[in-house]
């Protein structure tokens, strides 16, 4: 691997963190608050630092596969490490591996929260919080991308490690402005999003926090009872619509604008995502009906919120699910494995990598009733190729042999099955609340810090979609050629 | 500009990849998902699998947008369709290439009557590029204009050259052909030359005109005294014939060796005027009873890079004075030329160049009245291509009589497909294709080449 080329890109994801954290140190000022320092130590630290690494000459060398998902996957720890420095100078959270893992957890769009006091965070902490799920949920070199076109030869395999879904592909032939186009409907959703917000009364600070939220399917609240408690119904439907749409793969929204709407309500893969989520609605309303006295309205509200919230894995909560029937739970666990769609701000295992595993299930049961049938999986019409194929299934094992290992792992902190369980759930596929002691109203912060640890990677591992960052760890990688 | 590749293969490949850094918006269409593979992950493209004859296919490109569609896939017919469906959908210009000899001398029909704005040959583009070298040995460059009708060829001046230090306008009644000396550049600074000009020693000339005429002019400054008579071709392609054609109307005799019997027969049939010789062309043997050391150039034109290479490497010892080679594989050049063999051509690579310099030419054009704007002597002249609209100031006015901007040049005029190299007393009438020569920058319009 060409470390140098690797480093360079380090270098502009450094500086363009530093520049983004502005906003926040401004606020800071506004408030005059403690964390000003903090802001500034970090801003100009991360700054130098990655300007220094911009100045390294690459030698006109060119970047490949491996430098692009190993650049992808160091700028994610990088950038993690840098910005979890003001929660960490400014005292607000003591530990360090508590403040990384805050912050791992707002760029990955996870939304697990290790904060027991969250309403006497400073405004300045709690906005870069926010801002953290709103970079990481488009992704920070896509950003990187949209501004200086030429990162150095062939950027399309950073794009490919860094979006979500098997096939990332670009809407318009120029790399630099397929990601202009991402960020321009993704900037203009959230302003829509922050606009509702303050109409339906929401104070506007706290639009902003949570709009960013909803952009990155991220789901950190400033609130103990996220957004339950502004107790209204009308801020709790604006964000299930909210994060409904945003997990829905962006490309759509190009396609729609362009001219072909048609096509939208013809993909498969949205299809299957709008019909999972209204199939999770109907039978988890049907379950919980007694608890909420057989209010249907209040019951719809609810269980629309916590299915949106869920699947797309955003984690906000109105209320405790956490207290729901066995079965819904169940079937949300379920929903929570789905996740979004590809190119969207969503994590899990996605809904299109769903679709192929429930063709290639049905086409393999056809196939031994008539041994000489021959087909090909196709999705939208067209064929998926063997490649495709093998790396979704590879995805998906690889995904159960993590899933495995992490369980293993957390529960030497002996808390219950479903707490263990749900919480690497829902840390992997970046969702934040599990069930039990991790549920919506619960904490990450019972954990030991090996737990934590191993979260921090879960929450990294899900949203790189695995191989970015388990190329790391092969010694060939970091070889010199 | 948006463009769109039909076929990924080497030359689409090549024009995707130049394309694409010079900022141009590129997608590429191809059947085979190695090809669009290996495209996506080393070009800035996008890429799109399909067949690109079909409309589907063509309006998920965006046709409807696209600036230039080009069309290189295997297949002539393929890449025809595809042009006609592409500008019936909305494509600004489009680009075929059609190699098959049956088409050959059905171009103007095809530019016609498909529209297409270029059509090329890369056999015929690499055996015109051949016969320049053949022709001008000492050109320094050769450019050719008005959909290769014009050539205008650069030449160093020599202290022997009988034009050195005499007026141009004196110099003009004594030149046995029709030429134009449009530019001069002398120490680095370009010149449009106007009647009282001389030229010195070392001075780098273009001149313009028709390929006869140039070379007639040449033989006047007595640079043809090792110009090659007789020439043998080694291979029979495709190649080979067209370059037989422009031989032979060059008056050189050629010979070509084949070593497939049929393909011997055929290449009789279509050359009958050609000494056809059935042997093997890296057989020295062979090349001896040829008597290849009294030849005076060697075109080695075989499919195989490796026998190409064999056959030159035998003709360049015996001391044939020109030798030249087609070389597929672009990483075999460096080592060609280490062993002394500098007239390399590749057929792709010059397909590929000839496109790109139409798209740049368009490019170049965007936003002004001109319809082709091509950059010379390192970007420090133009040559633009201009259609004549009526203009009382200029259209049915003798030359001599307009009052012509000090760096501007009317070089050429092509009227029904009849060139003019224009003098004081012809004139430019509606719709004749006009070929300025000015310094960089400065015109966009054909009126303003008046003062």
């Known amino acids: ?481 | 500009m948006k463009i769109i590749i039909v076929g990924g293969g080497k030359v689409g490949y090549t024009l995707a990849q130049q394309l694409s850094t010079e900022d141009h918006n590129i997608t590429i269409v191809d059947n085979d998902d190695d090809v669009l593979a290996h495209a996506d992950e080393t070009i800035d493209a996008m890429c799109i699998k399909g067949n690109g004859a079909s409309v589907e296919i063509l309006k998920t490109a965006s046709i409807n947008e696209a600036d230039i569609l080009i069309a290189v896939t295997d297949s002539d017919e393929l890449n025809m369709i595809c042009c006609v469906i592409g500008k019936k959908l909305g494509a600004k210009h489009t680009v075929a290439r059609v190699r098959n000899t049956d088409y050959s001398n059905e171009y103007k029909m095809l530019r016609e009557e498909l529209e297409l704005d270029m059509v090329i040959n890369p056999e015929m583009e690499a055996s015109a590029e051949i016969a320049q070298m053949i022709q001008f040995p000492s050109a320094t460059d050769v450019e050719t204009f008005a959909n290769n009708l014009i050539e205008m060829v650069e030449f160093r001046v020599l202290s022997t050259d009988p034009i050195v230090n005499i007026k141009l306008m004196d110099l003009n009644k004594n030149l046995p052909s029709n030429v134009l000396f449009c530019t001069v550049m002398r120490n680095e600074e370009v010149f449009i030359p106007k009647g009282s000009f001389t030229f010195h020693p070392d001075d780098i000339i273009g001149v313009i005109g028709e390929r006869n005429s140039i070379s007639r002019f040449f033989k006047f400054l007595g640079r043809n005294s090792h110009k090659a008579k007789k020439v043998i071709i080694i291979g029979g392609s495709r190649t080979s014939i067209y370059l037989t054609w422009i031989l032979q109307e060059m008056d050189l005799s050629v010979k070509i060796i084949e070593i497939n019997k049929e393909r011997c027969l055929l290449l009789n049939d279509i050359l009958t005027e050609t000494l056809i010789i059935h042997g093997d062309g890296t057989d020295q043997e062979v090349l001896d009873n040829e008597n290849i050391e009294s030849t005076d150039c060697i075109v080695a034109l075989t499919d195989r890079d490796e026998e190409n290479l064999i056959s030159s490497l035998y003709a360049h010892q015996c001391g044939v004075p020109k030798v030249i080679l087609k070389i597929n594989r672009q990483s075999y050049f460096p080592i060609v030329k280490k062993l002394g063999l500098d007239s390399i051509i590749s057929p792709k690579f010059i397909t590929a160049n000839n496109i790109l310099r139409f798209v740049r030419a368009l490019n170049n054009s965007q936003g002004i009245a001109v319809e082709k704007l091509y950059k010379i002597l390192d970007n420090k002249a133009e040559v633009a291509e201009f259609t004549a609209k009526h203009s009382p100031m200029l259209t049915d006015i003798k030359l001599q009589d307009l009052n012509l901007k000090k760096d501007a040049l009317i070089a050429a005029i092509v009227r029904n497909k009849n060139i003019i190299i224009p003098n004081g007393n012809d004139v430019i009438k509606e719709h004749d294709k006009v070929i300025v020569v000015t310094k960089t920058g400065f015109i966009t319009d054909l009126n303003e080449i008046l003062a």
């Not at chain 1, 530093?18 to 906003?23: A, C, E, R």
């Not at chain 1, 670009?170 to 960020?183: A, E, F, H, M, T």
């Not at chain 1, 299915?307 to 207290?323: E, I, K, P, Q, R």
């Not at chain 1, 049961?365 to 067209?382: A, C, E, F, L, N």
């Open chain 1, 1 to 481: 691997m060409n470390i140098k080329i690797v480093l360079k890109v380090l270098g502009i994801v450094l500086f363009w963190e530093s520049v983004l954290m502005i906003p926040s140190l401004i606020i800071s000022i506004f408030d005059s608050s403690y964390e000003i320092q903090a802001f500034v130590v970090t801003i100009i630290a991360t700054a130098a630092l990655g300007l220094l690494l911009t100045r390294i000459k690459t030698n006109g060398n060119e970047m490949r596969i491996k430098e692009g998902y190993a650049a992808v996957s160091l700028s994610w720890i990088a950038m993690s490490i840098m910005g979890s420095l003001p929660f960490f100078i400014s005292g607000c959270i003591p530990s360090y591996i508590d403040a990384l893992f805050e912050t791992v957890s707002g760029f990955t769009t996870t939304g697990a929260s290790i904060v027991l006091n969250i309403e006497s965070m400073p405004r300045g902490l709690l906005f870069w919080r926010s801002f953290t799920h709103w970079i990481g949920g488009m992704g920070v070199l896509v950003f990187t991308m949209a501004l200086i076109p030429s990162l150095g030869g062939r950027p399309v395999f950073l794009m490919r490690a860094e979006s979500p879904g098997p096939s990332p592909g670009k809407l318009v032939p120029k790399i630099g402005d397929s990601s202009k186009i991402l960020y321009i409907i993704y900037t203009a959703m959230t302003a829509i999003t922050i606009i509702a917000l303050i109409i339906a009364g929401m104070p506007i600070f706290d639009s902003f926090i949570h709009a960013f939220g909803t952009a990155g399917t991220g789901g950190f609240s400033m609130k103990a009872l996220s957004i339950g408690a502004y107790n209204s119904p009308a801020i709790e439907w604006i964000i299930t619509v909210a994060m409904f749409l945003f997990g829905v793969n962006f490309s759509l929204y190009f396609a729609f604008f362009k001219n072909s709407w048609k096509s939208v309500f013809k993909n498969e893969e949205f299809r299957l995502y709008c019909t999972y989520v209204v199939i999770g609605v109907i039978i988890i309303i049907i379950n919980v009906l007694p608890n909420f006295n057989y209010d249907f309205s209040e019951a719809l509200r609810h269980t629309a919120f916590t299915v949106s919230t869920l699947v797309t894995t955003t984690g906000y909560a109105t209320t405790d699910f956490n207290m729901w029937p066995m079965f819904s739970k169940s079937v949300l666990l379920t929903l929570m494995f789905f996740g979004a769609c590809a190119g969207s701000t969503g994590g899990g295992v996605k809904s299109i990598r769903v679709l192929v595993l429930f063709k290639s299930i049905y086409y393999e049961i056809r196939h031994t009733i008539h041994p000489r049938s021959v087909h090909r999986i196709k999705v939208d019409g067209k064929s998926l190729n063997d490649d495709v194929l093998k790396s979704i299934m590879i995805f998906l094992l690889t995904y159960v042999v993590i899933v495995i290992f992490s369980v293993i792992i957390v529960s030497l902190d002996n808390f219950d099955f479903l707490t263990t369980f749900s919480a690497v759930i829902a840390n992997i596929n970046n969702i934040g609340p599990g069930f039990e002691l991790v549920g919506p109203m619960g904490n990450y912060a019972g954990f030991s810090n090996l737990s934590k640890f191993t979260l921090i990677t879960n929450m990294i591992i899900g949203r790189l979609e695995i191989i970015p960052i388990i190329i790391l760890f092969s010694p060939e990688i970091w070889k010199r050629n």
